[in-house]
């Protein structure tokens, strides 16, 4: 089965939005926005991406997605997107969003099945990827670290993951960033 994959950035002390669940932080740093080849080719692995409700909402803002659904693939392109949430959200017209309420192991067989046999990508936020850590439905972590700090924010996995559940098994340079990947293991019990 392909693996479930936390991918995302963070701040050197550990925060991936702050307060208001802001990434502008992020596109401050060169090279913030995303793209590099290595990047390219793990979206290229995609079958369906996995978001909570602050991540959605941010998106949507941040590039005004309702009035402007041509941009969606940019982000995304045609895989089906879960935004779990417990509200009612706007959609992005023409776009494969489906809105999931509950345990994310109540939703893991439609996730599983709207990926096929490519990878399920958990786009964010901490908490949603901690989830799935609970549920024993993480594979891995691949956190790039950026040259900034916040004061305060969202953490990056707000849970208690040891050097018994975390593997580091790969370690690279891209541009400002130092891109970390950590394989996770079932959680004892």
Not at 10 to 21: E, K, M, Q
Not at 92 to 121: L, M, N, S, T, Y
Not at 161 to 174: E, F, H, I, K, S
């Amino acid at each position: 089965m392909p693996p479930t994959i936390f991918y995302t950035a963070t701040t050197l002390n550990g925060f991936l939005a702050d307060d208001d669940d802001s990434l502008d932080w992020l596109f401050a740093v060169p090279g913030g926005e995303g793209g590099d080849s290595d990047f390219q080719d793990f979206l290229a692995g995609i079958g369906v991406l996995v978001q909570g409700s602050s991540t959605y909402e941010w998106v949507l803002r941040h590039e005004d997605l309702v009035a402007h659904p041509e941009k969606w693939p940019a982000y995304y392109g045609a895989r089906p997107t879960f935004v779990f949430t417990r509200r009612e959200l706007p959609t992005v017209p023409g776009a494969d969003i489906r809105f999931v309420q509950g345990e994310v192991r109540d939703a893991w067989g439609r996730i599983r099945e709207a990926a096929g046999d490519r990878d399920v990508w958990i786009v964010g936020g901490g908490d949603l990827a901690g989830q799935f850590a609970d549920a024993g439905l993480l594979d891995e972590i691949v956190v790039s670290v950026a040259p900034a700090t916040l004061t305060s924010g969202k953490p990056l996995l707000p849970r208690d993951l040891g050097a018994d559940t975390l593997t580091l098994t790969r370690v690279r340079q891209a541009g400002a960033f130092a891109e970390l990947t950590y394989a996770v293991a079932e959680r004892p019990s």
